[in-house]
């Protein structure tokens, strides 16, 4: 019955290694996020789609790519794993961009070792 | 968009006691959302507060919004052990922009 869940939970992995986290929302919602959020538990907005179209684009290395198959699902590829990308990777949903509250995974803690 | 900052960064009570955490923001906005994270988990949506509102409440949590003074308190009454994480507050300017999160109040409430 979860909401918005990310699979893994947890992954370790080299540097140079190519990894991907699956999202997927079962609320119906038309938007979804990727958000990092670091040691000092910032949180940042990486990308966002709307019934799939990439909508929200921020500064990211060329090395992380989204992708939204439907609505319901965004996965996020991360090639040439750095040691600086290790943190803590949320997805998020919601109606809409921000007129109504988001529904976050639970998380997906990266570690590049 | 734009970031609220959270006030203060950290925040230690005893059970029963009451908690206050603020957020301010520079911009006008459409509405505010504040957040709690516990240790590990995702963030949980707490209350939308929209630009138009003073006051919200949602069983022990109680927001007010000044859009005069751009700034926004959380209080929790009666807190718990189980109240302790971090509080995010989220304002949203509208107009598609982003969502965005400072670093949150950290609340412990301690036995």
């Known amino acids: 019955d979860t909401a918005v869940s990310q699979t893994p939970k947890y992954l370790v992995t080299q540097m140079g290694n190519d990894k991907s986290i699956k999202c997927e929302q079962n609320?119906?919602?038309?938007?979804m996020y990727w958000y990092k959020q670091d040691s000092k538990k910032f949180l940042k907005i990486m990308f966002s789609?709307?019934?799939?179209?990439?909508?929200i684009n921020e500064t990211v290395p060329n090395r992380f790519s989204p992708k939204s198959p439907d609505k319901a699902h965004l996965n996020l590829h991360i090639n040439s794993l750095e040691l600086g990308d290790s943190a803590v990777y949320f997805c998020?949903?919601?109606?809409?961009?921000?007129?109504?509250?988001?529904?976050f995974g639970s998380g997906t803690r990266l570690t590049v070792v | 968009s734009q970031q609220g900052e959270e006030d203060p960064q950290a925040l230690s009570i005893q059970e029963g006691e009451n908690a206050t955490m603020n957020c301010s923001y520079k911009?006008?906005?459409?509405?505010l959302q504040w957040y709690r994270q516990n240790s590990g988990r995702g963030l949980v949506h707490l209350i939308l507060?929209?630009?138009?509102?003073r006051e919200k409440h949602s069983g022990r949590l109680r927001v007010t919004l000044d859009t005069s003074k751009k700034s926004s308190s959380l209080l929790i009454t009666a807190s718990r052990a189980a109240d302790t994480a971090s509080y995010f507050c989220?304002?949203?300017?509208?107009?598609?922009?982003?969502?965005?999160f400072g670093t949150g109040t950290q609340l412990k409430v301690e036995l």
């Open positions: 998020a949903s919601s109606q809409g961009l921000g007129d109504y509250g988001y529904t």
């Open positions: 609320l119906g919602h038309d938007t």
């Open positions: 789609y709307n019934n799939k179209e990439l909508i």
């Open positions: 911009t006008s906005i459409n509405n």
């Open positions: 507060i929209r630009s138009n509102e």
């Open positions: 989220a304002p949203y300017t509208g107009g598609g922009n982003k969502l965005t």
